[in-house]
């Protein structure tokens, strides 16, 4: 069993209220198309809604594998989305999982682009791996963060 896993909402309401963010730069605000996924909630922003654009490096230290890149949050507190179920902003056709071990490192030969159909079993198989403490989901074309899967 797995579970997907938004960002720590302690960590986006702090972005939320203005504080910085991976790269010490205050969010910009920007408005939706409706097609921007909010990795706290895990749905799309609406469109229309006000949205934050920031870096956000989802790892706990800098460290040669902590990846830094964009991210859209919902700019008003949202709920925390996460659980069993495929999230509402995995909507793409396939996405790049990647199991990484306890030392936040990336478990090599556990990366692979996988059918969003498939998402739930290639990340359930990488987390059977002893070395593999949970899994990223990133954008197939632009490698952006998406959400954290962990086991169930």
Same mark, same amino acid.
């Not at 999230?87 to 990484?100: K, Q, T």
């Given at each position: 069993?797995?579970?997907?896993?938004?960002?720590?909402?302690?960590?986006?309401?702090?972005?939320?209220?203005?504080?910085?963010?991976?790269?010490?730069?205050?969010?910009?605000? @920007? #408005?939706?198309? %409706?097609?921007?996924?909010?990795?706290?909630?895990?749905?799309?922003?609406? /469109?229309? +809604?006000?949205? $934050?654009?920031?870096?956000?490096?989802?790892?706990?230290?800098?460290?040669?594998?902590?990846?830094?890149?964009?991210?859209?949050?919902?700019?008003?507190?949202?709920?925390?989305?996460?659980?069993?179920?495929?999230?509402?902003?995995?909507?793409?056709?396939?996405?790049?999982?990647?199991?990484?071990?306890?030392?936040? @490192? #990336?478990?090599? %030969?556990?990366?692979?682009?996988?059918?969003?159909?498939?998402?739930?079993? /290639?990340? +359930?198989?990488? $987390?059977?791996?002893?070395?593999?403490?949970?899994?990223?989901?990133?954008?197939?074309?632009?490698?952006?963060?998406?959400?954290?899967?962990?086991?169930?």
């Amino acid at each position: 069993m797995i579970r997907y896993v938004p960002l720590p909402t302690e960590a986006v309401r702090a972005v939320q209220a203005g504080g910085p963010d991976a790269n010490g730069q205050v969010p910009e605000r @920007r #408005i939706s198309d %409706g097609g921007n996924p909010c990795r706290h909630c895990l749905k799309v922003i609406p /469109e229309g +809604a006000e949205m $934050l654009v920031l870096a956000w490096r989802p790892f706990p230290a800098l460290q040669p594998y902590a990846e830094c890149g964009p991210i859209f949050l919902c700019a008003d507190p949202c709920e925390a989305g996460g659980g069993e179920d495929l999230p509402e902003i995995l909507a793409s056709p396939d996405y790049i999982v990647r199991g990484y071990g306890a030392d936040d @490192r #990336i478990v090599y %030969g556990t990366g692979a682009v996988v059918p969003t159909a498939q998402l739930g079993e /290639e990340a +359930a198989l990488r $987390l059977e791996d002893a070395r593999v403490a949970y899994v990223h989901v990133r954008s197939a074309r632009n490698n952006c963060y998406q959400l954290r899967i962990d086991r169930g």
